[in-house]
């Protein structure tokens, strides 16, 4: 998890700095602090890494944007992050929920500096954090994490219907229930994080997961999938799944 803290007054961020992480390490945080602060170097870094990351953010920034529109551009590349505002316009907090950025917690200013005033309040969002943060980890569930260009993907393994090696090119396509990925990936790389008991990784061109298959046609080497596709293949290369099914029905 990165922490970034966006605050334009230096005195300030670097208070925040040291307050925040020394709460991040008595609460056993696994988190690297990032040194950017201006909105558009914490989009950048956010789009580069992803997420889920631990964000606090001053309602009133000096630049082009607000720590509102911030959020809502992070909120673009990182759904499932933290936000936590940090600023003296309590009366804006209506506008941060408004703007559907979805915050964690909200800490006034007014009691800056003030150690045992501040502390608690900061200890406390903490404390919510890590807890979410253990939910997510939970519901998770095993992901196929690729990185192609610019893009960063994280797909649960159990939304995969089949991946598909593109013919001639060094390119894979993902289909899962509700979206299809084109990744400059070969598919023998993305086959290695395909571990789930219930993907079929024999089929040179496709690698697919068992549990989305609807019916399978051993005679005319045709697969349906629970998304509505058909798959076709040759009776030579079937007989790799047929082998797969009885093995399992034998053992």
């Known amino acids: 998890m990165k922490v970034f803290i966006s605050d334009d ?21 696994n988190y690297e602090l990032e040194t950017a602060w201006q909105p558009a170097d914490v989009l950048a870094a956010v789009k580069a890494s992803g ?14 944007i607000t720590g509102i529109e911030l959020a809502s551009k992070i909120r673009d590349y990182d759904p ?27 800490i006034s200013k007014v009691d800056m500096f003030d150690e045992e005033v ?3 309040k900061v200890r406390e969002v903490l404390e919510v954090v890590k807890k ?52 400059h990936k070969n598919l023998n790389t993305i086959k290695e994080q395909l ?6 990784n024999e089929f ?6 068992l549990e989305r298959v609807i019916t399978v046609d ?4 045709a697969i349906s999938m629970d998304n509505g596709d058909h798959l076709s293949f040759s009776r030579g290369t079937i007989k790799k799944l047929r082998t797969y099914y009885t093995n399992a029905e034998i053992g």
């Open 118 to 120: 501040f502390v608690p």
């Open 132 to 183: 979410r943060v253990a939910t997510l980890r939970r519901s998770a569930g095993v992901t196929l994490t690729l990185r192609s260009g610019a893009l960063l993907l994280t797909l649960k393994l159990k939304d995969i219907v089949y991946c598909e090696k593109m013919h001639g090119l060094r390119t894979t396509r993902i289909v899962t229930t509700d979206q299809v990925y084109v990744v």
């Open 218 to 221: 051993f005679n005319k080497g």
């Open 195 to 200: 571990t789930a008991n219930y993907f079929f």
């Open 9 to 29: 007054q230096e005195q300030q961020r670097l208070w925040l700095n040291d307050i925040i992480t020394t709460q991040l390490d008595a609460l056993h945080f």
């Open 51 to 64: 997420g889920p990351n631990l964000y606090f953010l001053d309602i009133v920034l000096q630049h082009d």
């Open 204 to 209: 040179q061109s496709y690698a697919l997961n």
């Open 80 to 106: 499932d992050g933290f936000v936590i505002y940090v600023t003296v316009r309590d009366d804006m907090m209506p506008d941060t929920l408004s703007a559907m950025t979805a915050p964690t917690g909200f």
